[in-house]
């Protein structure tokens, strides 16, 4: 009985770990995504709101990004903006950055220590021809990993920014994401309504890639059903 308990809590915690890798990815997939800058930007007219042209305001991005990959060392560059060169991003958007890129790496180290291990997981099962548990896996993912995110769908629906700020509060240890919209570029590069589209859309690759799962998972144990008739 113990035995039984221990296996289905391990499972329990493998899916889990499953769902982190695939939001994670999700995550990532839009974040250094470039024409969804493009189109949010045009969305938003923020092109005629900062009076900067499109091809500087995607090579900024496109550094920013660079810097968000580890690629890049600092934010330290100028644009024209009405017709005036100026540093892109304000000495506080800059520090804020840093705490941002911090987010990124340790999101991606845990992304890829979780997918080497599935690789290996995964591997075996094949190996050993252990489908049911494949199968378990892959279902128990698209089931636990689903619920929570209703419930975020719910609740940002209900209120965007409250649980926006809540998510800074838990995710930062300083108030260097509250911006100045008269000093800070940020802020106005990414409005809230550019953060409530990125998160639909992580939500929407996330559940797609979760229905994929149940799906394979059903798929596997029907197979298996037909095998031993």
């Given at each position: ?23 994670l990815t999700a995550t990532e997939l839009i974040a250094f995504n ?163 589209d990125v998160a639909l859309r992580i939500i929407i690759y996330y ?23």
């Amino acid at each position: 009985m113990l035995q039984k308990i221990l296996k289905n809590s391990f499972y329990v915690l493998l899916a889990l770990f499953l769902s982190l890798f695939i939001l994670l990815t999700a995550t990532e997939l839009i974040a250094f995504n470039m024409s969804y800058y493009d189109s949010q930007y045009e969305k938003n007219n923020i092109y005629g709101k900062l009076g900067i042209k499109q091809e500087d305001l995607m090579e900024s991005t496109e550094k920013l990004l660079n810097y968000l990959k580890d690629k890049r060392k600092d934010l330290d560059f100028k644009v024209a903006i009405r017709g005036e060169e100026q540093e892109f991003l304000s000495p506080r958007d800059k520090l804020h950055m840093v705490d941002v890129k911090n987010l990124f790496v340790i999101g991606r180290n845990i992304r890829n220590g979780i997918f080497i291990f599935f690789l290996c997981l995964i591997g075996i099962l094949i190996f050993k021809k252990s489908e049911s548990n494949l199968s378990k896996l892959f279902l128990l993912s698209s089931i636990l990993g689903t619920l929570p995110i209703i419930v975020l769908i719910m609740l940002i629906n209900i209120d965007f920014y409250k649980y926006f700020t809540i998510f800074h509060e838990i995710f930062f240890n300083n108030d260097l994401w509250l911006l100045d919209p008269k000093v800070d570029r940020l802020v106005n590069i990414f409005p809230e309504t550019f953060f409530y589209d990125v998160a639909l859309r992580i939500i929407i690759y996330y559940l797609t890639v979760q229905a994929v799962l149940f799906i394979l998972g059903l798929t596997i144990n029907i197979r298996r059903k037909l095998n031993r008739q």
